[in-house]
C-alpha cells in the first residue's frame, strides 16, 4: 500500500489508514490528519525529509518517520 512518503509534490491522496500506535498515532490524529480527510502534498525536502503538505486549510510539515505511518490512495 502508497504512504505519505511515497507521494509527489502536486499529489492529491486521501487518507485510507494511520498505522502506528499509542502516542504516535495520537499526534498525527491531532494534527488534523484522519481516515477519509484528502491531503494535498506541497514540497518534498531534497533527501526527502520533512514533507509538507496541505491539510484542513493549514500547511504541515511532517517528518519522513511519520508520514510512512499514513497509508494513503491516489484521489
Known amino acids: 500500500m502508497k504512504t505519505l512518503k511515497d ?14 500506535t499509542g502516542a504516535v498515532k495520537r499526534r498525527i ?8 480527510i484528502e491531503i494535498f ?16 486549510g493549514y500547511e504541515l510539515s511532517l517528518r519522513k518517520a511519520d508520514s510512512e505511518l499514513i497509508a494513503v490512495e491516489e484521489i
Not at 29 to 36: E, F, Q, V
Not at 41 to 56: H, N, S, Y
Open 29 to 36: 490524529m491531532d494534527m488534523g490528519i484522519t481516515k477519509g
Open 41 to 56: 502534498v506541497r514540497k518534498v525536502a531534497p533527501l526527502g525529509d520533512p514533507v509538507e503538505i496541505k491539510v484542513r
Open 7 to 20: 507521494t509527489y509534490p502536486g499529489e492529491n491522496v486521501k487518507v485510507v489508514k494511520i498505522n502506528g
